[in-house]
């Protein structure tokens, strides 16, 4: 009998302890791992309420899809996906919206307080801003057209934020590869990930202030860079010229603004990627070039390899547990 119970509590122990994986590698053990369930019985019309929000914010303005995919990925990247981009400025916090890679560009806001709004009426102080953040950006990607996937969740909030983190730890439109890769290694994601979540930008605009470096001096010498078609380049050198019309909006998918679907990589094949940091995943070579190639024929392999690179990416560092707190509002800590 002894031993029957001894066999009982290390299998509870075993199943209770074992990390859990839906999709992808979590890059550090949390205290607490995240399941699709966790609102089920706490809040259980979450998943509805978030998803109806953004529905509704996606039908008004299609671009808002872009955007709040984008906040996921500008969260995660600084101090993991605590929802620490989401603060404002206030006593201690310096916001990492002022960061530069947010500074003027990151958007939508607004929506995150409208489904935390719904979200407090319905159950209060029970579901996360950082996993709205997670289901915003799965929402978004499906009312683009693109995959769904089971969203792991019972994140907790950060009550702080970091604004040199948002500086550096973004991958910049400039950067090189290798500088890049790095980033993502140092989250816990790989090549694979990089190249398959770079394929975000089939969706949203990039400012001319971030691409004119690639339309005018990348080379050192005033031409453009040699990896963009010459066409493509005077058709973005007549909306963006050397000085100025800095916050004029381009494309970053011409040929499906809104859908979320494999163009960008035919793009790419075609140097016509908007940014130097999404034409050198094929210009580099090696692997990136390889599944660039690999996703540019089958949109069903870059839909499949997204929706599991973005359960990695959502999987880096969450506070959960007693970690952190559920913000009352996402702009504000609860002691404020």
Known sequence: MANSVAFLVALVCALSCAPVSFGG??????????????YEQSCPKALDIVKSVVAEAVAREPRMAASLLRLHFHDCFVKGCDASLL????????SEKRAVPNRDSARGFEVIDEIKYALEKEC???VSCADILALAARDSTALAGGPSWEVPLGRRDSTGASLSGANNNIPAPNNTFQTILTKFKLKGLDVVDMVALSGSHTIGNARCAVIRQRLYNQTGNGLPD???DPHYA?????????????????????????TFDNSYFKNLLAYKGLLSSDEILFTNGGESAGLVKKFAASNEAFFEQFAKSMVNMGNILPL????????KRCRKINSY
Do not use: H, K, W
Not at 320 to 327: A, V
């Open 226 to 228: 040699v990896t963009l």
């Open 124 to 126: 209060p102080s029970t």
């Open 25 to 38: 590698r979590v890059p550090a053990p949390p205290v607490a791992y995240l399941y699709p369930q966790f």
């Open 234 to 258: 005077n058709q973005l050198r007549a909306g963006c010229p050397r000085s100025g019309g800095d916050q004029n909006l381009f494309v970053l998918d011409p040929v499906s603004q809104f």
């Open 87 to 94: 603060l404002d400025s206030s006593g201690t916090i310096t």
């Open 320 to 327: 959960t547990g007693s970690q952190g707190e559920i913000r």
